[in-house]
């Protein structure tokens, strides 16, 4: 008990961690320390229940693959076109394969599985009410945007894995409270899933509840296909009663006139065609993890892009999970992602087929889940994100027990040592990319602060740039803090410094936006006002802070102003 109450703590630790913006911590420090949290969160939880019985050879049903793919993602930190980009990506596959391995070592029944069921569910149906609470009384309050495992207000294609969660706990209790409990829970994602406002998401869930319904009416089970419409008609009416009592009150604008320039599909075909050229770029092995948001603004015409209002560029992601791959981690990725799934179906559905039991009901419940969040993830997806990984890693674990139930083997020996020593190498491995990260993150957080002395700063940027070797943001900063001191005292040295620094970043290979606006303001310095103007439009083709863009160009006409008025 002691370890599922502490899974809770760090759980809502991390939500109050990264759901919130506004932290006194850098957010890349803060994303990799509750990564951990969370995957000691389950360990905790798991390993008290852990039973000590004959342990069997699983059938991996796309668990090696699913390892490869994460390893292959990791390992894109060293080949991206912005390692700093990847470098939360790194970590975040390093959990992944962790997750997947204790996973492995700890879920060994179907009581386990179902108790992990009952935690994931409870987790979602709980933020839901909560979140429902704080958006109606507290609205400045951002503690429930974010969870671990569930993100009820803006991704909701992951509410598909809680919602036939719960569908499974309602189809294989014999329980009657605990039956209830479950139908409740199951209602209210439903009408949670209504606030997500994702089309894709509501879509995916409808189809496959319509899936499960005719499989249960093809058994034979009218009862419960009976329950779980009910279930269906009480969450949408729910969420409809709710949204007229906590909803914002604004107009819905579901059928207002819009043109195609300023509609979500034209902007998601931008980004499939960015995502595609990004592709033909690196076929194989892909840009890196979290490149996209970069590369992007390079990939379409200037016209089109200076047509399109800033805040859309740089878009977070591709909006397919299959686009995003290919962009980020090529054909290799692509093809370990799809047969990763394809094993983990093919595994799945001869127990749906060859059982009558709990077994054949949890198998469905997770082959439909998994079914309804690849179909959502063909137009839409957040993917730079935990929240893919801890799901479908935890679908996959718990797809283990179910097959290993209907397909007992004996213990490997051989594959068990090495499932032992590879977990320790991962969680060796992302200790120390922690500590690294901590450290670079210290430092390069500590050199911008405007107490620390100008000979500190260099120095901390130094030392930045040792930790990460691949990493560029140290050298611009350092380029961006010898352009200010050539800014007040007009030393050539100093240009000739941020220039040296520059060209020692990878600006060569990939635009970098941040060497861009520094040339610029190197040129704003020397006068230069249309070379400046020039680099500044760059850097607003980019689509970072264009905010940026209007103080360089009110700076510019207020130093032209007064250079006339003392030159008339």
């Given at each position: ?9 760090l759980?809502?630790l ?26 000691s ?14 342990e ?14 994460f ?13 700093e980009m990847?470098?939360?990506?790194f ?25 992990l ?52 706990l ?32 509501n ?13 249960l ?33 604004q ?16 902007f998601?075909?931008?980004?499939w ?14 840009s ?11 990939k ?11 805040i ?8 397919s ?94 594959l ?21 990260t ?25 030392e930045?740039?040792e ?10 900063f ?16 100093f240009?000739?410094?941020a ?14 936006p ?14 230069d ?14 689509g ?25």
């Open positions: 008990m002691s370890g599922f109450i502490f899974s809770l703590f759980i809502a991390h939500t109050i961690g990264v759901g919130s913006i506004h932290v006194p911590f850098d957010q890349l420090e803060i994303t990799c320390l509750f990564l951990f949290l969370a995957l969160c389950l360990l905790f939880c798991l390993l008290e229940q852990k039973q000590k019985k004959e069997i050879l699983p059938d991996f049903a796309g668990s090696i693959w699913l390892a490869l793919f390893f292959w993602g990791m390992i894109g930190f060293f080949y991206s076109v912005r390692p990847s470098l939360q990506f970590l975040k596959y390093i959990t992944g394969i962790a997750l997947l391995l204790f996973l492995h070592r700890t879920l060994k029944t179907l009581e386990q599985v179902r108790r069921f009952w935690l994931l569910t409870s987790i979602a149906a709980l933020q839901g009410v909560l979140s429902w609470i704080f958006q109606a009384y507290f609205p400045m309050v951002n503690v429930t945007i974010n969870f671990v495992f569930i993100n009820s207000n803006f991704r909701g294609g992951y509410l598909l894995f809680p919602l036939f969660m719960a569908a499974t309602l189809l294989t209790e014999k329980d009657k409270t605990r039956k209830i409990t479950a139908w409740i829970m199951f209602v209210l994602i439903w009408a949670q899933l209504g606030f997500t406002n994702s089309r894709g998401a879509i995916a869930a409808g189809v496959a509840m319509f899936l499960l319904v005719w499989a009416i093809k058994n034979e089970n009218k009862k419960n296909a009976g329950i779980l419409a009910l279930g269906f008609g009480a969450g949408r009416l729910l969420f409809h009663l709710l949204f007229i009592n906590f909803g914002s009150g107009e819905d604008s579901s059928f207002a006139e819009v043109s195609a320039a300023t509609s979500s599909f034209f998601r075909q931008l980004f065609d960015g995502a595609l050229k990004i592709f033909s770029d690196y076929p194989f092995i892909g890196g993890p979290w490149t996209f948001s970069l590369l992007f603004p390079y379409i015409d200037f016209p089109l892009s200076s047509a399109i209002p800033p859309v560029l740089p878009p977070p992601h591709a909006h999970i299959y686009l995003q791959t290919l962009a980020g981690m090529g054909l290799i990725g692509l093809c370990l992602f799809l047969t990763a799934f394809f094993k983990f179906f093919k595994g799945l559905f001869p127990v749906y087929l060859k059982n009558q039991g709990p077994e054949a009901v949890f198998a469905l419940g997770l082959m439909i889940g998994m079914a309804g969040f690849l179909t959502h993830g063909l137009v839409e997806t957040i993917w730079p994100s935990p929240y893919f990984i801890f799901t479908v890693t935890i679908c996959f674990g718990a797809a283990q027990v179910i097959i290993t139930k209907g397909f007992p083997q004996k213990a490997n020996k051989d068990k040592k090495t499932w032992t020593v590879f977990s320790i190498a991962i969680v060796l491995v992302g200790t120390g990319t922690l500590w690294t901590f450290n670079y993150s210290q430092k390069f957080v500590a050199a911008r602060s405007p107490e620390i002395p100008m000979e500190e700063k260099f120095q901390m940027t130094e930045a740039g930790l990460c070797p691949f990493c560029d943001r140290p050298l611009t350092r380029a961006y803090l010898y352009t200010h001191l050539y800014e007040k005292t007009h030393d050539p040295v240009r000739d410094k220039i040296h620094t520059l060209q020692q970043t990878r600006e060569g290979v990939v635009p970098l941040e060497s861009i606006l520094i040339r610029g303001m190197l040129f704003e310095v020397e006068r006002y249309v070379r400046a103007m020039n680099e500044y439009l760059r850097y607003y083709q980019v970072n802070q264009p905010h940026l863009l209007r103080k360089a160009f009110d700076r510019i006409r207020m130093k032209k102003q007064k250079e006339a008025s003392l030159n008339p």
